[in-house]
């Protein structure tokens, strides 16, 4: 049975930081690309971090490059976001995502996060 569930959620100031995990099961996560993805209310899900299988590459948004981090431990079967100078804008559920070469996909349940004074 494969499981993305995704943790560290939670409501934060403007400024501030959060860590964001993705625990899978089921699947060999180590041949998966992996990717956060956030939706905003009334907008539509958006990528926000990408990291390829081994880890050697990521891409990120424009809107949050220089302040989130996607890392990944194989060995741990994880998924991270770093979440650093959170915006209000930031707000949003975020869901991990796990995609295949054959393009093969699996989507956690989100997390939500808030910022906000």
């Known amino acids: 049975q494969v499981q993305l569930v995704e943790s560290g959620g939670g409501l934060v100031q403007p400024g501030g930081s959060l860590r964001l995990s993705c625990a899978a099961s089921?699947?060999?996560?180590?041949?998966?690309?992996m990717n956060w993805y956030r939706q905003a209310p009334g907008k539509e899900r958006e990528l926000v971090a990408s990291i390829t299988p081994l880890g050697g590459s990521t891409n990120y948004a424009d809107s949050v490059k220089g302040r989130f981090t996607i890392s990944r431990d194989n060995a741990k079967n994880t998924l991270y976001l770093q979440m650093n100078s959170l915006k209000p804008e930031d707000t949003a559920v975020y869901y991990c995502n796990a995609r295949s070469s054959y393009r093969i996909e699996y989507w956690g349940q989100g997390t939500q996060v808030t910022v906000s004074s």
């Open positions: 089921g699947f060999t996560f180590f041949s998966y690309a």
